[in-house]
Nanobody
Framework: QVQLVESGGGLVQAGGSLRLSCVAS????????MGWYRQAPGKQRELVAT???????NYADSMEGRFTISRDNGTNTIYLQMNALKSEDTAVYYC????????????????WGQGTQVTVSS
């Protein structure tokens, strides 16, 4: 069973930093795209950043500059380094994988993690 598990969330003061991690597990052979999304209270889930297996990175316009996504293909892990955090960054941050192949030749179009809470106090 393919699972995505996020970690690294927590409470931080405005101006501080956090680093989120997401590990995809479950006899995974390859993952095409992995990314971070977030959902603030009362708002729709929105893109933060994505990265392809080949290293092509896409950021939401408002995220680039303060947030940095990175990826380790060997461990099927992505990271999100968040700097200069603002109160408006408070949200549940979700990891998503698109195009997941397992060693048993199963294919999943999309998988989501359970999310990790990031709270920025002003």
């Amino acid at each position: 069973q393919v699972q995505l598990v996020e970690s690294g969330g927590g409470l931080v003061q405005a101006g501080g930093s956090l680093r989120l991690s997401c590990v995809a597990s479950g006899s995974i052979f390859r993952v095409n795209v992995m990314g971070w999304y977030r959902q603030a209270p009362g708002k729709q889930r929105e893109l933060v950043a994505t990265t392809t297996r080949g290293g092509v990175i896409n950021y939401a316009d408002s995220m680039e500059g303060r947030f940095t996504i990175s990826r380790d293909n060997g461990t099927n892990t992505i990271y999100l380094q968040m700097n200069a955090l603002k109160s408006e960054d408070t949200a549940v941050y979700y990891c998503k994988a698109n195009g997941v192949w397992t060693s048993s030749n199963s294919y999943f179009i999309e998988k989501w993690g359970q999310g990790t809470q990031v709270t920025v106090s002003s």
